[in-house]
Each structure stands twice: as C-alpha cells, then as structure tokens.
C-alpha cells in the first residue's frame, strides 16, 4: 500500500519523488515543484552512468521535517539512478527545475 503525501495524499505521482528539509519545504511552498538531481563528480558513491548532464528529474510530496539543512529524503527509484543504495546517503547538486 503507498504511504499518503502531504502534498498529494495518496494519489498516484509516479516515482521519482522527494521529500524537503523544512528549509527547502518553505511551509508547503515547494509541493508538486521539481528538482533537477544530480550526483556531485568526485563522489565514489555515484552510479556508474553520472555524468555532467546525467540526473533525474523528482517532484516534491512531501516534507521530511528534521532531516536538517538542505537535505532531501529520496524514493528509492531516484537514490537508485544517482547513487549506490546500499551506501545510504549520497552528496547530489540540485536545481529547481521548471
């Protein structure tokens, strides 16, 4: 069963999809918008295929709330395409996209 978003509730947005820090969040502001994801060169945690214009396009549902500064919770879809899951976390530029 999929989890409700705060943004969407339970309808259906695919799978690239990300959750906000409260600093990114701006008080709901940031649902629906997307983000231009891309894993920073020099990370060994990067998948094999990231290059200068390799990168995944996510759209926002939700807030992940204490996850700190600008940080980003990732569906496992998006961690999958930027970085090696069974690292955890992964350093990724990011650009709001249009």
């Known amino acids: 069963m999929r989890a409700a978003s705060a943004c969407f509730g339970f309808e259906d947005k695919g799978v690239a999809l990300i959750s906000l820090s409260d600093k990114l969040w701006d008080g709901g502001k940031a649902c629906g918008s997307r983000y231009f994801l891309n894993c920073k060169r020099g990370n ?40 090696k899951l069974e690292v955890g976390t992964v350093l990724v530029s990011y650009q709001k996209s249009m």
């Open 44 to 83: 060994n945690d990067c998948t094999e295929h990231v290059g200068s214009t390799a990168g995944i396009v996510a759209m926002v549902v939700d807030n992940c709330g204490d996850c700190g500064g600008a940080a980003m919770l990732l569906s496992e879809e998006v961690f999958i395409g930027l970085g």
